[in-house]
């Protein structure tokens, strides 16, 4: 009896840790997915936004290097492990962490300039045409409440931050582009832990409706003004900082990505791009291998800097897509189109991988030692590869008696 318990429980289990993993990719029917949210957020089940939520207690994280040199404010959390690209293409590791002070060390020198041959597939990139329809972005943001102090009067406005008004500007530059951009502009309050959960079927509504090549979550940082505040070709603007999650199975083509559309501003507007950060989170960056969080200023900035920020922004978009930049108000470009990497086959890898070690937990538990786990694999194999060929047998048999029968009666 109490084996037969052990079992059971181990089953629920392996039964509960599917479901979790299932929720969190995605992959769960959306009535189901939504009846289960409640139940995992108030348990705060591990990985439920706990490497997302940014600092809420006015303060933010100091990233130094070696010297003392300041790399990178952020109120986005940090942790040991974390990596960041600067603006020079200095790419630090974060190495230790002392109250608001995070240390990095230099772990080398990023070559993200664009190559001539890269800049070669670019181009020929924008004579092709593709079954999509052209070339498409998605936008959404996670933290609707987001706003600029200077411009809102407050950090935060529920329902209605200025971050609102800049993703519309980056939608209507991109679309003057001749570049289809769909902007969804559903609210995932409150602004908490979960939020990313919440926005997840934002993300995914665009990716099954619009299909993007890109997809977009536009937020602000929480850091005095002077770390965004630059000029750009004579323009008073914020910075823009991309953000890539590594904890989620498409981090490697997120960061290339990343790495291109940094070249291209570097290129096109110098002084805009704002580095890469690379940390814990996943920020729904699984579902596109050119899915990217992008910070426009900060909460100190003016909304007007930061809507000349995104506009700015705007500029690199065709040419990461590698499509021909179209007149303002015409009907489309070209179709670039960016290459699955194949973080989807990793996601499926991972769950059989769960799938596979459960069942032999749940094996070796049943049968109480390795032998008998064996000998209980070989025993339910050998049953039903014999059901399996008995019933091949049996059907073959009666289609060679059919065939004799249609045989005699031809004759």
Known sequence: ???????VMILLGV???LTVASWQQGYLPEPVAEAISPVFNSLGVIGMGKYEMERDDGRYYTVIDSRGRVLMETALPVFVGDEYIAEDNR??????????????????YEEIALSPEEEAAVAALAQTVEARGGAKVGIYHTHDDEAYVPSDGKASIKGGGGIKDVAAQLQKAIQAKGITCDLNDASHAPHDANAYHRSRRTAMELMRKARPQILLDVH????????????????????VK???????PRYSANLSF?????AVMDKTHPGLSKGIFIGRGSYNQDLSPAALLIEVGADKNSKDQAMRGVTLFADVIPQVLGVATAAPGAPGAAVGRVVDTGGSGRAIAWILGILIVAGG????????NWPG?????????GKEWANLLGKVRVLSRRESSSDSTDDRQEK
């Open 373 to 381: 786990a064996v000998g209980k694999l070989r025993q339910l194999g």
């Open 15 to 17: 039964l509960a840790v």
């Open 361 to 368: 937990a749940f094996l070796l538990l049943s049968a109480g």
């Open 242 to 248: 991309l953000v890539v999650g590594r904890q989620n």
């Open 1 to 7: 009896m109490r084996k037969c318990l052990t079992s």
């Open 258 to 262: 990343a790495k291109k559309v940094k």
């Open 91 to 108: 790419h630090y590791r974060i190495t230790q962490i002392q109250g608001d002070t995070a240390q990095a060390e230099l772990i080398g």
């Open 220 to 239: 602000r940082d929480a850091v005095p003004a002077r770390a965004y505040q630059s000029n750009v070709g004579g323009q008073d603007c914020t910075k």
